[in-house]
């Protein structure tokens, strides 16, 4: 089984920063990307940021710039740099895992961090 433990949310004023962590455990095969997802109150779930095993990135346009994915392999730990926090960022921020075993795709969620950006 994999644990997906997400640290660092908070309320933070408006042009402040978090960082967010997302330290992963358990039997974790190969890793094919790890990310962030958020969700806003009455809004769907958005990609935010992804980091792949290879070590591309995508943003949403709307954190671009101000966002950074990053992810230190010997912890298996995924970090979200949050700069320059918009009250439009309050959302719950998740991890997601997904993991390849040379059969099948495995995704692996976090239970979630809030982030509160106040203006």
Known sequence: QVQLVESGGGLVQAGGSLRLSCAASGSIFSVIAMGWYRQAPGKQRELVAVLTSG???????????????????????????????????????????????????????????????SS
């Open 55 to 117: 070590g591309s990135t995508n943003y949403v346009d709307s954190v671009k710039g101000r966002f950074t994915i990053s992810r230190d392999n010997a912890k298996n730990t995924v970090y979200l740099q949050m700069n320059s926090l918009k009250p439009e960022d309050t959302a719950v921020y998740y991890c997601n895992l997904q993991s390849w075993d040379g059969r099948r795709k495995y995704e692996y969620w976090g239970q979630g961090t809030q982030v509160t950006v």
